[in-house]
């Protein structure tokens, strides 16, 4: 399985970015797709997870309201919209995956810069 993720940037507080994770090289559907994040300074933490097109997802409370994962699976990809973007947002987010019998994440994207300017 390989993730590319992409659509980071800047922007300022209150702003939005849309980022998108493109999965290949495995069944995108037998795959619970994720979030997450890390700060510069700070450990890596857990953003949102979605298990399945329609499905329910679990989002931090950090941003819980503000951000909406999305994925489709005709098109192996996972959308995250950011709402509401804070400067505490601040961070490298990379998309994960794995496999819905696993409880760890088997894969992992190369990350994209996010920074929100205050």
């Known amino acids: 399985v390989q993730l590319q993720a992409s659509g980071g940037g800047l922007v300022q507080a209150g702003g939005s970015l849309r980022l998108s994770c493109a999965f290949s090289?495995?069944?995108?559907?037998?795959?619970?797709m994720g979030w997450f994040r890390q700060a510069p300074g700070k450990e890596r933490e857990f953003v949102v997870a979605?298990?399945?097109?329609?499905?329910?997802?679990n989002y931090s409370d950090s941003v819980k309201g503000r951000f909406t994962i999305s994925r489709d699976n005709a098109k192996k990809t996972v959308v995250l919209q950011m709402n509401s973007l804070k400067p505490e947002d601040t961070a490298v987010y990379y998309c994960?995956?794995?496999?819905?019998?696993?409880?760890?994440?088997?894969?992992w994207g190369q990350g994209t810069q996010v920074t929100v300017s205050s």
């Open positions: 994960a995956a794995r496999h819905v019998w696993k409880r760890e994440y088997d894969y």
């Open positions: 979605n298990i399945r097109s329609g499905g329910a997802s």
């Open positions: 090289g495995g069944t995108f559907s037998s795959h619970v």
